[in-house]
Nanobody, 114 residues
Framework: QVQLVESGGGLVQAGGSLRLSCAAS????????MAWHRQAPGKRELVAII??????HYGNSVKGRFTISRDNAKDTVYLQMNSLKLEDTAVYYC?????????WGQGTQVTVSS
């Protein structure tokens, strides 16, 4: 079992920045990759993913603006979000991918205002 707790969401003006955190606990050794997804009304997309060997991929809509990183000592993954746009408004979910399954956090709301 892996437990994920997200934090760092909130309200920010367009052009601003936020950093999301996802703290993992439990069977950390079983995690193959960590990812951030987001859910807006009628739309769900992968934001970024980082594997245990450090490979990183970003969704096309966030490339150049968002950065995923991890702190292995803290079992935490971060999503630094810069140059936020109105269309970045969504609930952001942390996702841990393990062999044979996956785990999800509870989600954190990010709202970008004009």
């Amino acid at each position: 079992q892996v437990q994920l707790v997200e934090s760092g969401g909130g309200l920010v003006q367009a052009g601003g920045s936020l950093r999301l955190s996802c703290a993992a606990s439990g069977s950390i050794f079983s995690i193959n990759a960590m990812a951030w997804h987001r859910q807006a009304p009628g739309k769900r997309e992968l934001v970024a993913i980082i594997t245990t060997d450090g490979t990183i991929h970003y969704g096309n809509s966030v490339k150049g603006r968002f950065t995923i990183s991890r702190d292995n000592a803290k079992d935490t993954v971060y999503l630094q979000m810069n140059s936020l746009k109105l269309e970045d408004t969504a609930v952001y979910y942390c996702n841990a991918i393990v062999t044979g399954g996956e785990y999800w956090g509870q989600g954190t709301q990010v709202t970008v205002s004009s």
